[in-house]
Nanobody, 117 residues
Framework: QVQLVESGGGLVQPGGSLRLSCAAS????????MSWYRQAPGKERELVAA????????NYTDSVKGRFTISRNNVQNTVALQMNSLKPEDTAVYYC??????????WGQGTQVTVSS
């Protein structure tokens, strides 16, 4: 029932920009904290950015601070990740995630982001 569908991934050159979007359905979106994770080959999945249910608090991992921006639209039931000044080390599969009732976590299928010249 819970569905999270990512879009917007692709190939971009270093220094370029990309905007990811996640469409949510099957739950009350305003009750969910939303986040973006990423996983590169040979590495563990890591939290990139998180935003609370009403957007009052936002956290980023240090490596993306100043370059990435997470936002949510509680009318459209979407969460976005604007990625600027992309670096090769940003290459990963990016996953949208929802945390419901502060306890249960759900995942999207992921979208590939490749930063390469």
């Amino acid at each position: 029932q819970v569905q999270l569908v990512e879009s917007g991934g692709g190939l971009v050159q270093p220094g370029g920009s990309l905007r990811l979007s996640c469409a949510a359905s099957g739950f009350t979106f305003t009750n969910a904290a939303m986040s973006w994770y990423r996983q590169a080959p040979g590495k563990e999945r890591e939290l990139v950015a998180a935003i609370t249910s009403l957007g009052s608090r936002i956290n980023y991992t240090d490596s993306v601070k100043g370059r990435f921006t997470i936002s949510r639209n509680n009318v459209q039931n979407t969460v976005a990740l604007q990625m600027n000044s992309l670096k090769p080390e940003d290459t990963a599969v990016y996953y949208c995630s929802a945390k419901l009732f502060g306890r249960y976590r759900y995942w999207g299928q992921g979208t590939q982001v490749t930063v390469s010249s």
